[in-house]
């Protein structure tokens, strides 16, 4: 079992930035994906970005060359960058992850962006 918890999310101004963690429990963090999926008003959750244990990553189109998905494993910690903020960012971000065939997901961080 792995629980997940975000922090860093905030009110912030179009072109801001903000850092999003997610703590994981467990020693087993190193040898899992991570990703980041958001979740707006009356719209559905989306994929942001994710990592492999190896470190690769991949971004929606939406926020490439914006946003950096990270990891230090030593923390048990993914991050999620986000420079250059706009308004259509504002949603709640989830930190998620797949073991033996069952999906995890926190709580949720709040982002919202002012125009």
Same mark, same amino acid.
């Given at each position: 079992?792995?629980?997940?918890?975000? =922090?860093? &999310?905030?009110?912030? !101004? #179009?072109? /801001?930035?903000? *850092?999003?963690?997610? @703590?994981?429990?467990? $020693?087993?963090?190193?040898?899992? =994906?991570? &990703?980041?999926?958001? !979740? #707006?008003? /009356?719209?559905? *959750?989306?994929?942001? @970005?994710?990592?492999? $244990?190896?470190?690769?990553?991949?971004?929606?189109?939406?926020?490439?060359?914006?946003?950096?998905?990270? *990891?230090?494993?030593?923390?048990?910690?993914?991050?999620?960058?986000?420079?250059?903020?706009?308004?259509?960012?504002?949603?709640?971000?989830?930190?998620?992850?797949?073991?033996?065939?069952?999906?995890?997901?926190?709580?949720?961080?709040?982002?919202?962006?002012?125009?």
């Amino acid at each position: 079992q792995v629980q997940l918890v975000e =922090s860093g &999310g905030g009110l912030v !101004q #179009a072109g /801001g930035s903000l *850092r999003l963690s997610c @703590a994981a429990s467990g $020693r087993i963090f190193s040898l899992i =994906s991570m &990703g980041w999926y958001r !979740q #707006a008003p /009356g719209k559905q *959750r989306e994929r942001v @970005a994710d990592i492999t $244990r190896a470190g690769n990553t991949n971004y929606s189109d939406s926020v490439k060359g914006r946003f950096t998905i990270f *990891r230090v494993n030593a923390e048990n910690t993914v991050y999620l960058q986000m420079n250059s903020l706009k308004p259509e960012d504002t949603a709640v971000y989830y930190c998620n992850t797949d073991l033996r065939g069952l999906t995890y997901w926190g709580q949720g961080t709040q982002v919202t962006v002012s125009s």
